[in-house]
């Protein structure tokens, strides 16, 4: 399956500031997507990136707040604008494995930690 | 109501115990339905998914799908340390678009 690499890892935010979490994959991948992990919530889908388009966001999320870019079918960015303490959350990018589409599955960074303070 | 519903436990089980974690969803147009396991501070990673209804096996697991009542379930045998994490439930309502649940914590004990 897709490796995915992720970063950072975590970090620790002025309110008002901004982040850009990079999402790099070792294989081509049509459709990549970010995730938000908060606390005892379940994941939620923030928008599907595909190259060459812009990324469609879910309902609750807009362009302005999650700005994305997806430059090739390797690599994604999600920028977390404007920071505010409610944005402290896990953020995660996944794949849809095309090279593995037996198993149907979607695979996912380790994540990026970001605590706004 | 939310989509998908999940029991957040933390369930806490004697090793070599069965345990089963369950998952119910109110959409009945959900045809692919997904457990992934989280370790901590790790992205989920698949470990089960099923079309439609019916059961699939893998070593240990078990995941079963009941459409007629909404109802999923993973069945983890002969339970070991090294299984303590979250599992996440997650169905698809359209194409490329999974709805997670919020997770279960499972903590297995020597």
């Known amino acids: 399956s897709a490796v995915i690499s992720q970063k950072p890892s975590r970090d620790i935010c002025q309110r008002g500031t901004s982040l850009t979490i990079q999402c790099q994959v070792d294989?081509?991948?049509?459709?990549m997507f970010w995730y938000r992990q908060q606390p005892g919530q379940s994941l939620t889908l923030i928008a599907t990136a595909n190259q060459g388009s812009e990324a469609t966001y879910e309902s609750g999320f807009v362009i302005d707040k999650f700005p994305i870019s997806r430059p090739n079918l390797t690599f994604s960015t999600l920028t977390v604008s404007n920071m505010s303490p409610e944005d402290s959350s896990i953020y995660l990018c996944?794949?849809?494995?095309?090279?593995?589409?037996?198993?149907?599955?979607?695979?996912f960074g380790s994540g990026t930690r970001l605590t706004v303070v | 109501q939310k989509e998908v519903e999940q029991d957040p436990g933390p369930l806490s089980v004697p090793e070599g115990a069965i345990v089963s974690l369950n998952c119910t969803y109110s959409?009945?147009?959900?045809?692919?339905f997904m457990w992934y396991r989280q370790y901590s501070r790790k992205g989920p990673e698949l470990l089960m998914y099923?079309?439609?209804?019916g059961n699939k096996e893998d070593g240990r697991f078990t995941a079963q799908v009941d459409k007629s009542s909404k109802y999923i379930s993973l069945f983890i045998r002969d339970s070991q340390p090294s299984d303590s994490a979250t599992y996440l439930c997650a169905v698809e309502r359209n194409t490329d678009k999974l709805i997670f649940g919020t997770g279960t914590r499972l903590q297995v004990f020597p």
């Open positions: 959409n009945s147009a959900f045809q692919y």
């Open positions: 294989s081509q991948v049509t459709m």
């Open positions: 099923t079309y439609s209804s």
């Open positions: 996944s794949v849809e494995d095309d090279a593995d589409p037996i198993h149907y599955g979607y695979t």
